[in-house]
């Protein structure tokens, strides 16, 4: 689903062969157009002028390797569109507003604007979920010798401090798209997003400027508290690739003595993090790094924002309280946006989708745009094209830069990648397999065989893909395993 900002509700989109595409229309925010006017004020010096009126969300698809090109223009008419409406929650028709144009329903009370349930009508996976937002006071110190900072996360011992119990909120129902609209405090404004095609929900949030009036660093998080049985039990990612088994308060290899019942607690995330209990999985994915933790069961916790006032004298010499400026005078502290995605499955089942949501997460489609007359691109300029055959995709579990799989019955076996269909058109000559990076031949490199003493574990090997046959060059790959080829044409 393609967002994109327009001042007009009166607008067609086509496709690159002529097709009327079906568009929906979310008016633009406050928080949004507000943001939009501060930060182009501090970077670039100028007012942005006026604010567009409206997001356009539209479905588009392109071949792998390849592009599309689509047309939004002006309606004749009345023209061919769905224009999503709004519904405020006053007065309330019942107890609760469900949203969801797909499988996936996330249920909301309308006395607190919570979120209180979400259901999957075609898995049966149905998990009773609140999410709120907390911030944990940072350390000055004072206590303990340390206190909070870029370095290091030391809360102050304090519970952490919900931001809100009760949330106004805007409910969006549309074609393709169902929003909710959360104010928490006059910094922290969220948008959920359902879509009718995924079975996710995508939660878009801004935070920011953090106040510190009080004299109190604060570190924000968001928690989803699941009705799950976890048992201490949770897994984040080990750079983006395997998930790691976690347990509170617990270390496999050696004793711990727990000093820091959150922040020994805490792990980095580059994908995602996610718990299980008997019967389903709750998963949660990120689109930056982040920390991350389940400090109680059936719960999971994101760090998404801090500000503090002290130095953690780990180096930098000054305390993480960054600012920007509009001028000389008005000063604030920065404001983020980003995005984080919510899945719930059967047990077992989570990690397909974590993997193939990743990769979407991880590498986006890459959006251009111009102003041209439809009719005159059309006649100048190739509308799609894929550098890949167009009968042929890679498997759902490759991606061209690394292979993510390993928990898959299905998808943790060998895989094969036609080198000959990936570049259609061209003649291959050579194909010579390289380390890594790409700096020596595979061939000439030095392994070195590592004897471990007391390693009776009987595992078996890795699976692992053969040399590449010069004449079918298929090149093969096992789950988790990344190879690098030099190929001349």
Excluded at 90 to 95: A, F, G, H, L
Excluded at 185 to 193: E, H, L
């Amino acid at each position: 689903m393609t967002p994109v900002t327009v001042n007009d509700a009166n607008l067609v989109v086509h496709d690159s062969t002529g097709n009327v595409i079906n568009a929906q229309y979310v008016e633009l925010d406050n928080v949004t157009s507000n943001l939009r006017d501060f930060y182009t004020k501090a970077y670039l010096g100028i007012s942005p002028g006026k604010a567009p009126k409206y997001w356009i969300l539209f479905q588009v698809s392109l071949p792998p390797l390849g592009w599309n090109t689509y047309f939004v223009s002006k309606a004749s008419g009345k023209g061919k569109r769905r224009k999503s409406y709004v519904t405020n929650v006053d007065p309330p028709q019942n107890d609760t507003i469900e949203i969801g144009p797909g499988n996936l329903k996330l249920s909301f009370s309308v006395a607190s604007g919570q979120l209180k349930r979400m259901f999957n009508s075609k898995t049966g996976v149905d998990i009773p979920v609140q999410q709120s937002y907390l911030w944990y006071g940072s350390s000055t110190g004072d206590t303990d010798d340390q206190s909070s900072g870029a370095y290091i996360f030391r809360p102050n011992g304090a519970p952490p401090t919900l931001v809100s119990r009760s949330v106004p909120i805007k409910v969006v129902h549309g074609s393709l798209v169902d929003e909710v609209h959360q104010q928490f405090d006059s910094w922290i404004y969220q948008v959920i997003r359902l879509y009718r095609d995924k079975e996710h929900a995508e939660v878009e949030f801004t935070i920011g400027p953090i106040p510190t009036d009080d004299g109190v660093g604060k570190e924000v998080i968001t928690r989803m508290a699941a009705n799950m049985v976890t048992e201490k039990v949770f897994y984040t990612d080990s750079n983006g690739r395997d998930f790691l088994k976690r347990v509170r308060d617990y270390r496999e290899d050696w004793s711990l003595q727990v000093n820091q019942l959150v922040a020994g607690n805490y792990y980095p995330l580059n994908l995602g993090i996610f718990t299980t209990d008997n019967k389903s999985e709750f998963s949660v994915l990120v689109d930056r790094a982040v920390g991350g933790a389940s400090i109680n069961d059936g719960q999971v916790e994101i760090m998404l924002h801090r500000r503090m006032l002290f130095d953690d004298n780990r180096g930098v010499g000054e305390p993480l309280d960054e600012t920007v400026c509009v001028g000389e005078t008005s000063c604030e502290g920065l404001t983020i946006r980003g995005n984080y995605y919510i899945g719930i499955d059967q047990l077992g089942a989570g990690s397909r989708w974590r993997r193939t949501t990743g990769q979407e997460v991880y590498s986006p489609l890459l959006l251009a745009f111009t102003h041209e007359k439809q009719d005159d691109w059309t006649a100048t300029h190739l509308l799609k094209a894929a550098a890949m055959d167009p009968n042929y995709t890679l498997p759902p579990n490759v991606a061209l830069v690394t292979l993510q799989a390993g928990e898959d019955a299905e998808y943790s076996t060998l895989a094969k990648v036609e080198l000959k269909k990936v570049f259609a058109g061209k003649t291959i000559k050579e194909v010579k397999e390289m380390s890594l990076s790409a700096n020596q031949e595979k061939s000439q490199m030095k392994k070195m065989t590592w004897k471990v003493e007391g390693d009776n574990s009987g595992e078996p090997e890795a699976i692992r893909g053969g040399p590449v046959n010069d004449s079918d060059l298929v090149v093969e790959l096992g789950p988790m395993e990344i190879r690098t080829f030099l190929l001349y044409f």
